[in-house]
C-alpha cells in the first residue's frame, strides 16, 4: 500500500475539505517534501536537522556571489543528504535579484517518473521571508 501525503497548501498550511484532510497527488507530494526541506531553518525539525537547508543562518548577510554559492549548496545538501535525490537529478540556481532578493530556482527530475519538477522562489536577506514564484 502506497503511503499518501496530506496536501497542504504552498504556504505550508493544510488543506481541509468537508472536515477532513485531503491527501495530495504524488507529484504535489513531492513538491511538499522539496518546499518543507528548503523552507525549514536551522535547527527546526528535530527528528532529522540534516533535511532543513537553515536559510535563515544567511539573514543579513551581504548579497555576493559567494552567498548564492552558499545557498546553492545548501539548498542541495538538504536534498540530497538523506537520499531524497541524487546529484545528478538537481541543477539548484541562485541570482541576486535585488541588494537584499536572490532569487532561487531549482529544477528535479521527478522521483515519480513524470519530468521535470521546477520551482522559484526568493529569499528577503533581510526579512528572511521565503516567497514561492513558482511551481
Known sequence: M??????CTDDGD???A?????TAPSSRGELQEVLFR????????APNLDLAAGLDQYIGRPNKES????????????????????SG??????????????????FITSRQGSGLLTLSFTINLISGDISLITN
Open 2 to 7: 502506497a503511503v499518501k501525503d496530506i496536501q
Open 14 to 16: 493544510l488543506v481541509i
Open 18 to 22: 468537508g472536515g477532513d484532510f485531503t
Open 38 to 45: 528548503v523552507r525549514t531553518e536551522t535547527f527546526g525539525y
Open 67 to 86: 552567498l548564492g554559492i552558499q545557498l546553492e549548496q545548501q539548498v542541495r545538501q538538504c536534498l540530497t543528504v538523506d537520499g531524497l535525490y541524487s
Open 89 to 106: 537529478d538537481l541543477k539548484v540556481d541562485a541570482v541576486p535579484l535585488s541588494m537584499h532578493v536572490i532569487g532561487m530556482y531549482l
